[in-house]
């Protein structure tokens, strides 16, 4: 699996299985389909990123011995089987590797059991993250993200692969590929955003069609309020919220 993880930091968008529309949607409950939707979205991206920064980060400022370090040139490696100084458990590893216009993240079967909220987000206990993310560009409003990772949170649902690519420029994003569940998957599709609205399609045996609004100034990974419908059994959901003045 490392060396797959390796490989794919050059040759990532060729790396992912292609997601099949084989995925019984309409069968899912509310809260499933909302993790599908925030993974199609590359939510858990900005998670798993956040998180490997945050590890970073603590371990070069505090010399923290959990998770052990190596760093070569512009790679940092976290070896972990062990808890660190706020007593979160950690087992795994991760790669970071950082250029000037590019990153990449590479992660190998690593966990977090954090039941205090002092590294992955408070309404978590654990995180489990597996797979290659890769950026190009700011992170702001010109950049590239290509995602192949799987990410299962606090074990109450079964693990999510984010197999994405999202494309923005000018605040104007595009998504492509899709999101599987137990190996069962719906493709994105009629993907549009600009500034803080967004529409798109996951379609796997049927369709679910998905309308978000951004409330904070654009943040692509910023929270947002969502509405989705599935067309063809008249079923609705999510959380709409009021659109404040900017």
């Keep these: 699996m490392y060396l797959r993880l390796l490989v794919c930091t050059f040759l990532i968008s060729g790396c992912a299985d292609e997601i099949q529309p084989t995925l019984e949607l309409d069968e899912l409950d509310d809260a499933t389909l909302l993790r599908l939707i925030g993974a199609s979205t590359g939510r858990d991206a900005r998670m798993a990123m956040d998180v490997a920064t945050r590890l970073l980060q603590s371990t070069i400022d505090v010399e923290d011995t959990c998770p052990t370090l190596h760093r070569v040139g512009r790679t940092s490696i976290m070896f972990s089987d062990c808890k660190n100084r706020f007593g979160v458990g950690l087992s795994g590893a991760i790669r970071i590797s950082q250029w000037t216009s590019r990153s990449t993240f590479e992660f190998l079967d690593f966990t977090i059991d954090d039941p205090e909220g002092d590294v992955i987000p408070n309404f978590m206990r654990s995180m489990s993250i597996d797979g290659s993310i890769s950026v190009s560009g700011d992170l702001t409003s010109d950049f590239r993200l290509t995602t192949d990772v799987v990410v299962e949170l606090d074990g109450r649902q079964p693990p999510i692969r984010s197999a994405i690519v ?73 959380s709409p919220c009021p659109r404040s003045p900017d």
Excluded at 184 to 209: D, F, K, P
Excluded at 225 to 235: H, K, L, N, T
């Design 166 to 238: 999202m494309a923005c420029q000018e605040g104007r994003c595009g998504l492509s590929d899709g999101v599987e569940l137990e190996g069962n998957g719906a493709v994105i599709e009629n993907a549009n955003s600009v500034g803080r609205e967004s529409s798109w399609t996951l379609r796997g045996v049927s369709r679910l069609e998905v309308a978000a609004f951004k409330p904070a100034p654009f943040n692509l990974f910023g929270d947002f309020c969502v509405a989705w419908q599935i067309p063809d059994s008249g079923r609705s959901g999510g």
